[in-house]
């Protein structure tokens, strides 16, 4: 009686073929992940914007002016009244948050994308609640799409 053993294992063609499937997943995944990643960042900084304005709101409301509001000169620069980046928290920082103009009766904001962030577009906000997103980084928020802060 013979007996037969049989060699269990993978052979090089199949594990070259799960190789290629993984790349294949991973070149389609990947791209989506830094997209995902990227809105989530924008969105915090949004947030930072928003949280920004409110504090913009009480120093008025304490001062009757949102002058002062700003580290540099005439009124503009880094907040003196909130952080000067976002995410406010944690240590990587994807965003420089910046009082533009401010006087006794508005203020403009903006949130710069800097580091990893850089070139994605800057982020604005006004007294009114105007919202803009300067996507082709031509220094505006008048073109079209541009004035408002949705993809």
Excluded: C
Aim: net charge negative; no cysteine; glycine share 10%.
């Amino acid at each position: 009686m013979s007996v037969t053993t049989k060699n269990s294992g993978f052979t090089l063609l199949e594990l070259m073929i799960v190789v290629t499937i993984i790349g294949i997943i991973a070149a389609v995944a990947y791209p989506s992940y830094m997209q995902y990643v990227e809105r989530a960042r924008r969105s915090d900084a949004q947030g930072a914007l928003m949280g920004l304005a409110g504090a913009m709101e009480r120093h008025r409301a304490a001062n009757g002016t949102y002058a002062n509001a700003a580290t540099g000169p005439s009124d503009t620069g880094s907040p003196r009244i909130y952080a000067d980046q976002s995410p406010i928290d944690g240590s990587n920082k994807f965003y420089d948050l910046e009082i533009t103009a401010a006087d006794a009766n508005s203020f403009e904001l903006e949130a710069d994308p800097i580091n990893a962030q850089a070139g994605t577009g800057i982020l604005t906000l006004d007294h009114t609640g105007r919202r803009g997103w300067d996507q082709n980084g031509d220094g505006d928020t008048d073109d079209a799409g541009e004035d408002s802060w949705e993809e």
